[in-house]
């Protein structure tokens, strides 16, 4: 079996991670599942986590609120908005933590992210670039696990691609 790439990659001059993930799926298929609703809700979460929609309007100006839910019940609730979109290359989005009424947590960190989709081979390679506004708040989410949970949330889609791709 091939190996998928995927790099986890951290600037502290520029406050980025910088994510590369090669996907077994055809890129079409990949902007669906990070753009969908019902996809997002299947993977997007650390194992063992869940994801839940409350609203989504992926449109520029548009944004996806939701919950990672723990499982005891646990909601812990985010806030995305779509800043720029072309369709099926990539999207800008603005991320923080909020409440589950939307209300954005200004003590944690809070994001600019850059999701660029490329075909390599019968693949698809997203590289996802996250923009901090300073090292604290970088340093702080790579402290919250933000590498793991990424590893995690990213396999997760590739476990869904199994279903999808039959």
């Not at 889609?157 to 791709?165: A, E, P, Q, S, Y």
């Amino acid at each position: 079996m091939n190996t998928l790439q995927f790099d986890f990659l951290v600037d502290k001059e520029k406050n980025t991670i910088t994510v590369k993930r090669e996907f077994a799926a055809n890129r079409a298929l990949i902007w669906d599942c990070y753009t969908k609703s019902e996809l997002l809700n299947e993977w997007f979460a650390p194992e063992p986590f869940t994801t839940k929609t409350k609203s989504m309007d992926f449109s520029e100006g548009g944004h996806w609120h939701y919950a990672m839910v723990d499982p005891e019940g646990t909601e812990y609730w985010g806030w995305t908005t779509y800043t720029k979109i072309q369709p099926i290359d990539f999207y800008d989005t603005q991320d923080a933590f909020s409440d589950s009424e939307g209300n954005v947590n200004k003590d944690l960190p809070q994001a600019e992210w850059h999701v660029e989709f490329a075909d390599k081979g019968n693949n698809t390679l997203v590289v996802t670039t996250v923009q901090y506004d300073s090292l604290e708040a970088l340093d702080q989410v790579i402290n919250m696990g933000m590498k793991d949970g990424m590893t995690s949330t990213l396999e997760r889609l590739d476990k869904l691609l199994l279903t999808l791709n039959k």
